[in-house]
């Protein structure tokens, strides 16, 4: 740290401010008064958790970062709710691509906008707004706990109890290290069992969801849309196009990043396939690989596809999920 506020004296005054003893209140006037928020770490290992990104993204100030931590996920570049340089280049001259590539995104895009087009500034306030809450809240954090850790050690300890014979440990000698199983039996043969989906739960909470016998398609499309993606751990794009002249898949409800609108059937990658030929397709483990593959996120890397079919045999639609690496 004596080195960064030495540092400060090599540049013109006032060009550089040190501020001692960071805290809540001084984390306050900062995010209610930055117009952006510039993350440049040293990669790897030097990275910080970034959460004051988070927080400042939150209250409506545009990150400019380059694509480490949570700013591949959150990112919109060009734009939307911030921008991005260095394109996640890691490897020789570190520091001089992301330098080259920050005055580019300077000096072509953010400055232009911020004297320029106050309107589009502000809409890009209200996007970043928009995606930390929705992307980056404590609701979030806690799902995520409990369908990460805390439901699959539940999963553990039964599977703990249902094998201890065969592995010839005490069930109480599980609580101290001296007896723990072997490791293989944690991540290995019974990973599946671990971070199982309990399907026929979330079928039922499922049904909670229109209302006790809604019959609005809407808005029963949208609550299932906005279930599968709340409740199904990895994924980060889940909705449904919706057949419209019998040659066209439209953009219906839907949760996560922005998504093409139109998808051509027959001719439109996993969607417009499955589409035509009725049939559900899975498409592990790179999408980007298959024929006509529409990149709307290009985080996602499996996808799910399952046409709707009416009950006098008309397609309606699909359901389309997608998941990035796991």
Same mark, same amino acid.
């Given at each position: 740290?004596?080195?960064?506020?030495?540092?400060?004296?090599?540049?013109? !005054?006032?060009?550089?401010?040190?501020?001692?003893?960071?805290?809540?209140?001084?984390?306050?006037?900062?995010?209610?008064? #930055?117009?952006?928020?510039?993350?440049?770490?040293?990669?790897?290992?030097?990275?910080?958790?970034?959460?004051?990104?988070?927080?400042?993204?939150?209250?409506?100030?545009?990150?400019?970062?380059?694509?480490?931590?949570?700013?591949?996920?959150?990112?919109?570049?060009?734009?939307?709710?911030?921008?991005?340089?260095g394109g996640g280049y890691e490897g020789p001259e570190q520091t001089m691509v992301d330098a080259v590539s920050?005055?580019?995104?300077?000096?072509?895009?953010?400055?232009?906008?911020?004297?320029?087009? =106050?309107?589009?500034?502000?809409?890009?306030?209200?996007?970043?707004?928009?995606? $930390?809450?929705?992307?980056?809240?404590?609701?979030?954090?806690?799902?995520?706990?409990?369908?990460?850790?805390?439901?699959?050690?539940?999963?553990?300890?039964?599977?703990?109890? =249902?094998?201890?014979? #065969?592995?010839?440990? !005490?069930?109480?000698?599980?609580?101290?290290?001296?007896? $723990?199983?072997?490791?293989?039996?944690? &991540?290995?043969? =019974?990973?599946?069992?671990?971070?199982? +989906?309990?399907?026929?739960? &979330?079928?039922?909470?499922? $049904?909670?969801?229109?209302?006790?016998?809604?019959?609005?398609?809407? *808005?029963?499309?949208a609550n299932t849309a906005a279930f599968i993606f709340q409740e199904l751990r990895g994924i980060?794009? *889940?909705?449904?196009?919706?057949?419209?002249?019998?040659?066209?898949?439209? &953009?219906?409800?839907?949760?996560?990043?922005?998504? #093409?609108?139109?998808?051509?059937?027959?001719?439109?990658?996993?969607?417009?396939?499955? *589409?035509?030929?009725?049939?559900?397709?899975?498409?592990?483990?790179?999408?980007?690989?298959?024929?006509?593959?529409? $990149?709307?996120?290009?985080?996602?890397?499996?996808?799910?596809?399952?046409?709707?079919?009416?009950?006098?045999? =008309?397609?309606?639609?699909?359901?389309?999920?997608?998941?990035?690496? +796991?």
């Open positions: 740290m004596a080195n960064i506020a030495e540092m400060a004296y090599r540049f013109p !005054p006032e060009s550089i401010v040190f501020l001692e003893n960071y805290n809540m209140e001084l984390g306050k006037l900062l995010t209610s008064s #930055c117009d952006i928020w510039l993350n440049t770490p040293q990669r790897p290992p030097l990275e910080a958790s970034a959460t004051s990104g988070m927080k400042a993204a939150l209250n409506g100030v545009l990150h400019l970062s380059v694509l480490d931590g949570w700013w591949p996920e959150g990112c919109l570049h060009g734009g939307v709710n911030g921008w991005q340089f920050l005055y580019e995104v300077l000096l072509n895009e953010v400055i232009p906008v911020y004297y320029e087009d =106050r309107n589009r500034w502000q809409d890009m306030m209200r996007a970043s707004i928009a995606m $930390a809450m929705h992307r980056f809240s404590s609701k979030r954090m806690l799902t995520e706990y409990y369908n990460l850790m805390y439901h699959p050690s539940t999963t553990l300890r039964r599977i703990k109890k =249902r094998d201890h014979e #065969c592995y010839g440990y !005490p069930i109480g000698g599980y609580n101290s290290w001296r007896f $723990a199983p072997p490791f293989w039996v944690i &991540l290995g043969a =019974r990973r599946d069992a671990m971070y199982s +989906t309990d399907y026929e739960r &979330l079928k039922k909470r499922l $049904a909670l969801t229109s209302g006790g016998g809604e019959t609005n398609w809407l *808005a029963n499309l980060n794009w *889940a909705g449904f196009y919706l057949l419209e002249g019998g040659s066209e898949l439209v &953009l219906g409800p839907f949760q996560g990043k922005p998504a #093409c609108v139109r998808i051509a059937v027959g001719n439109g990658g996993v969607c417009g396939t499955a *589409a035509q030929r009725r049939q559900s397709i899975v498409v592990p483990p790179d999408v980007h690989k298959f024929p006509g593959h529409i $990149a709307c996120d290009p985080a996602s890397r499996s996808e799910v596809v399952i046409p709707m079919i009416a009950a006098d045999g =008309r397609l309606l639609g699909v359901l389309d999920v997608d998941s990035p690496p +796991t």
